[in-house]
């Protein structure tokens, strides 16, 4: 198979990680610097970004830079169950929702790579 056949899954760099978990993000848009924030559930994340559904009300536009807080659930090593994963991106594509009443989706590319957060680290 050659490189221009290629699905579009064969081609990422880093193998995403398929899971459901809770994402707040926020965003400072162009306009009056209002802040845009809200929350939604993670689809999939790698180490070069995140795909996450959220309200499609919120005004999130291609190009914008988001900070993302993720609910990483890791008792192992956090058996306070604070853990969470911190990161900011750029929204590389919006996914309009599919019918009313549901999500759109957003997929971001990471602008330097993710870290990882305890209560631990906070000490």
Do not use: W
């Amino acid at each position: 198979m050659t490189q221009e056949s290629a699905a579009p899954a064969d081609r990422r760099r880093f193998h995403r990680l398929r899971v459901q978990m809770a994402v707040e993000y926020a965003a400072l848009p162009a306009k009056k610097g209002e802040l845009c924030q809200g929350h939604g559930v993670l689809q999939d994340i790698s180490l070069s970004g995140v795909y996450f559904h959220c309200d499609p009300q919120v005004p999130l536009k291609s190009g914008q830079t988001l900070t993302l807080s993720i609910a990483a659930s890791l008792p192992g090593l956090d058996p306070e169950d604070t853990s969470q994963i911190c990161a900011t991106g750029e929204i590389v594509r919006l996914d309009p929702p599919r019918q009313t009443d549901s999500p759109c989706g957003v997929a971001i590319k990471f602008s330097a790579p993710p870290t990882f957060f305890t209560s631990a680290n906070l000490d």
